[in-house]
């Protein structure tokens, strides 16, 4: 059974920055992989998606600039570097693969996210 596991959350500051990471018990390099994230009350939504070699990427509006994806195949992780945080990246965040742009396997744990001062 496919599953991802995410860590790397916390408090942090406004301004602040986190690292998350993203892994499996299976290898992830032939798979598109998407970081999403749900604050209380609301939708999941995707904030990052990259592809299995990692050559494309892509962000919405809202953290465009402050998000970057990436990859390490050869650790079989994804990251999801987060700088210039903002209250309202408050949230768990979870990492998931994608097939076109849908996310297809269990969810996890996911990692919460808190920017607070």
């Known amino acids: 059974q496919l599953q991802l596991v995410e860590s790397g959350g916390g408090l942090v500051q406004p301004g602040g920055s986190l690292r998350l990471s993203c892994t499996a018990s299976?290898?992830?390099?032939?798979?598109?992989i998407g970081w999403f994230r749900q604050a209380p009350g609301k939708e999941r939504e995707g904030v990052s998606c990259i592809s299995s070699r990692g050559g494309a990427t892509n962000y919405p509006v809202s953290v465009k600039g402050r998000f970057t994806i990436s990859r390490d195949n050869a650790k079989n992780t994804v990251y999801l570097q987060m700088n210039s945080l903002k209250p309202e990246d408050t949230a768990v965040y979870y990492c998931n693969v994608l097939l076109g742009l849908r996310p297809i396997a269990d969810w996890g744990q996911g990692t919460q996210v808190t920017v607070s001062s």
């Open positions: 299976v290898n992830l390099d032939v798979y598109a």
